[in-house]
């Protein structure tokens, strides 16, 4: 059976924790697919188009390049239900999913939709992330709405797109996302980050 690492992002801006994630999936899955989507909880900063090409940039920044790493933008949607569907009509029945979430998702994703028909039919790869627990009663509720669980063996840096957003974190980007970022002149309605 072919397993494919199912990571999506609302790249808002993608970040090195996105990239040493997805390093951490291309070296333990037949094959990883990324997308950038809208998240219905979320309001964002930047077009979605932009948030995609950010992360198209994330992936070709990986050293050496992971063949079995791909931007599948098709697959964006802000219900991931929907991008299960999507993905099963690309790559068919005879294939196992595993859908990638970091640790602080882990209470919000009881409230997603239909979560027990999208939880039935891939495993939860839960990554650890520094500042949060591993919420083992949220787990709990998972499993009762039907999810599998596994935990990532991986240590992501503690970085995230807000504190880019807010604080311009340079830490929290890769040089070309960076780039692209002040080409685009991206995320300047508040604090411009400055240029390292
Ligand atoms: N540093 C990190 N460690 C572990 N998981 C992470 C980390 N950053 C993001 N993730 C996970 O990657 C996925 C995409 O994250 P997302 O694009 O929301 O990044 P974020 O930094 O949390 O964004 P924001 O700050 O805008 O909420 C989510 O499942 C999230 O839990
Ligand atoms: O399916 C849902 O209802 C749902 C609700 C919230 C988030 N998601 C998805 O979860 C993924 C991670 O979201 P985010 O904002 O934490 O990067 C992204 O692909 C979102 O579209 C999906």
């Known amino acids: 059976m072919v397993n494919i690492a199912l990571f999506g992002t609302s790249a808002d801006p993608p970040t090195a924790a996105h990239q040493v994630i997805i390093n951490w999936l291309s070296d333990h899955y037949d094959y990883v697919a990324v997308w950038a989507s809208d998240n219905p909880f979320k309001s964002h900063q930047t077009p979605l188009e932009h948030r995609s090409q950010m992360l198209r940039l994330l992936i070709e920044g990986i050293e050496p390049p992971r063949r079995n790493v791909t931007l599948h933008q098709a697959l964006s949607s802000p219900r991931t239900l ?115």
């Open 82 to 196: 929907e991008t299960l569907e999507k993905a099963r009509e690309h790559w068919g029945d005879q294939v196992s999913f595993s859908l990638v979430i970091g640790a602080d998702l882990i209470s919000q994703m009881p409230r997603w939709y239909q979560i027990d028909q999208l939880l039935k039919q891939v495993e939860l790869l839960v990554v650890p992330r520094p500042g949060y627990e591993i919420d083992e009663v949220g787990l709990e509720e998972l499993r009762k709405l039907g999810a599998k669980v596994a935990i990532a063996d991986l240590k992501a840096p503690a970085v995230s797109s807000t504190a880019y957003r807010e604080n311009g974190d340079t830490q929290a980007v890769t040089p070309p996302v960076e780039d692209y970022i002040h080409r685009e002149q991206l995320y300047t309605c508040q604090d411009a980050a400055p240029r390292r």
